[in-house]
């Protein structure tokens, strides 16, 4: 859906800051996290300078979709109070700077990717950047409320990617990572979206407590938390790492289903401060950062030699 609110002209000067801003650099440590994660725990080897490089790769590729997510949403990020202030609703940037620095950002990180590392993972990475910019940012998120399970899978792919860096291949293993992250994405952000609600009915976009209510968010919360276990898991059972990240697996998840049964069972009060919706936004962060860090911790590990 085009963007129908006034353009939002630039009329303060533009600092690189603002460059940086529009590539989203707290949502960016988590796709380079997750990456970097995948690379490392593939099987194989791969030379520091292309590891470097196809990391690189996908920053850019995160940045760049990004980018094209800000220009287009400027409008709507204008209508709420937690991004009112972003560059392009905050008149810093014009949104033609905004919307090519996207492009080519974008572009040059495919093209890094296939050049020195691989058309495989380069072709992951177009899928991902076109699935953020254009399948979520354009066309699922002002038209459905299944959106964020949809849209998930471009938060999904850094993983993938990287392992496929180092492989060469798509297997079970990354297959799984991606998973992981796909269903991890509906409970994380249904939680924030639960206290911020607000701001989405007031911009008009249809995320599920807006148009089904705060008992159905809740429910889908808790379903998809159910679901994310056994998958979280899969990885240690398939025989795919050891005892490190298993055991971080079964502790994670049943800690996200402790913190997911009083966001289920309970409703807001008209003083309600939503602080088990808050606390479970906020450790959904730190599960997913120590499950990958355990992923790596298990194949430095096996290298060593230490015990399965």
């Not at 988590?30 to 725990?41: E, H, P, S």
């Not at 791969?46 to 800000?70: C, Q, R």
């Not at 298993?246 to 049943?254: D, E, N």
């Amino acid at each position: 859906m085009a963007s129908t609110a006034p353009q939002i002209a630039a009329q303060m000067p533009t600092e690189w800051r603002d460059f940086f801003a529009l590539t989203k650099p707290r949502v960016m440590t988590l796709v380079i996290f997750t990456a970097i994660c995948g690379v490392l725990a593939a099987p194989g080897t791969i030379h520091p300078i292309i590891g470097f490089t196809a990391i690189l790769a996908i920053a850019m590729g995160a940045g760049g979709s990004a980018v094209l997510n800000m220009w287009w949403e400027a409008d709507i990020d204008a209508g709420m109070k937690r991004t009112r202030s972003r560059p392009l609703p905050g008149g810093r940037m014009r949104r033609e700077d905004a919307r090519d620095f996207g492009i080519f950002l974008s572009g040059v990180s495919v093209v890094l990717m296939g050049l020195a590392v691989g058309w495989l993972a380069a072709a992951l990475l177009l899928g991902a950047i076109i699935y953020y910019a254009v399948i979520y940012t354009m066309w699922l998120k002002p038209r459905t409320p299944q959106n964020i399970v949809i849209g998930g899978g471009a938060g999904a792919f850094p993983p993938l990617i990287g392992w496929v860096a180092v492989t060469g291949e798509i297997t079970a293993m990354p297959i799984l990572l991606f998973a992981i992250i796909f269903f991890w994405t509906p409970p994380h952000f249904w939680a924030l979206a639960l206290f911020v609600q607000s701001d989405y009915a007031k911009v008009g976009i249809p995320m599920l407590p807006v148009v089904a209510g705060e008992k159905a968010t809740r429910r889908q919360i808790m379903a998809y938390t159910v679901l994310l276990a056994p998958i979280a898991i899969a990885p240690w059972w398939i025989g795919g790492t050891g005892w490190i990240y298993g055991s971080c697996a079964v502790v994670l998840s049943a800690l996200f289903l402790i913190l997911a049964v009083p966001v289920f069972t309970r409703m807001r009060e008209e003083t309600d401060t939503m602080q088990p919706e808050k606390a479970l936004f906020k450790f959904s962060i730190v599960y997913l950062f120590v499950l990958f860090a355990a992923l790596v911790a298990d194949r430095v590990a096996a290298y060593q030699g230490w015990p399965a």
